[in-house]
T-cell receptor, first 110, second 118 residues
């Protein structure tokens, strides 16, 4: 079993839909949780950064962390075709290496 | 300012050849990381530099992999006697602070080098 699991998709939604992306993890020591977006043939770019449990909102994006369930989510409201990309969750403990999920491929259809 | 750049963007090698992949981090960034990303997978950590010191090489898959950052800026990842299983995208990332110096660590990624070993 991998340390971080993520549904690989692909996930296809119509433009304007609310998208829910999720990761589960096994290491209870993780405290810092990130979501990266990766367009085809590009490097990952940081979208959201959350410390410990709770919610964080930034524009159309909301990140949720539930440490008791070892479950994190990213919600995208009013999805756009430009949101079509692979979404990677990543997590670590202070000063430790990042561990990435395998990514979920999202397609937002116009 | 410029982001992280990597060269070459694509590399095709015959099995057994040596390859060298270059990373130019963001100027002034102390930390530099190399990752390997297989098709359909997330990046996997290879090695970490703080300035010119290689502090963590726990992710390097074999002794055929070697990385250096001699002057604390540009880094090179070298793979000797390439094998087909080395085919992947090699990502470089840099971060302003040293690992463990700040609570929020933001890594900036380059576009990657896509290596195909035939």
């Amino acid at each position: 079993q991998k340390e971080v699991e993520q549904d690989p998709g692909p996930l296809s939604v119509p433009e304007g839909a609310i998208v829910s992306l999720n990761c589960t993890y096994s290491n209870s020591a993780f405290q810092y949780f990130m979501w990266y977006r990766q367009y085809s043939r590009k490097g990952p770019e940081l979208l959201m950064y959350t410390y410990s449990s709770g919610n964080k909102e930034d524009g159309r994006f909301t990140a949720q962390v539930d440490k008791s369930s070892k479950y994190i989510s990213l919600f995208i409201r009013d999805s756009q075709p430009s949101d079509s990309a692979t979404y990677l969750c990543a997590m670590n403990n202070y000063g430790q290496n990042f561990v990435f999920g395998p990514g979920t491929r999202l397609s937002v259809l116009p | 300012g410029a982001g992280v750049s990597q060269s070459p963007r694509y590399k095709v090698a015959k099995r057994g050849q040596d390859v060298a992949l270059r990373c130019d981090p963001i100027s002034g960034h102390v930390s530099l990381f190399w990752y390997q990303q297989a098709l359909g997978q997330g990046p996997e950590f290879l090695t970490y530099f703080q300035n010119e010191a290689q502090l963590d090489k726990s992710g390097l898959p074999s002794d055929r992999f070697f990385a250096e950052r001699p002057e604390g800026s540009v880094s090179t990842l070298k793979i000797q006697r390439t094998q087909q299983e080395d085919s992947a995208v090699y990502l470089c990332a840099s971060s302003l602070a040293a690992r463990g110096q700040v609570y929020r660590e933001t890594q900036y990624f380059g576009p990657g080098t896509r290596l195909l070993v035939l």
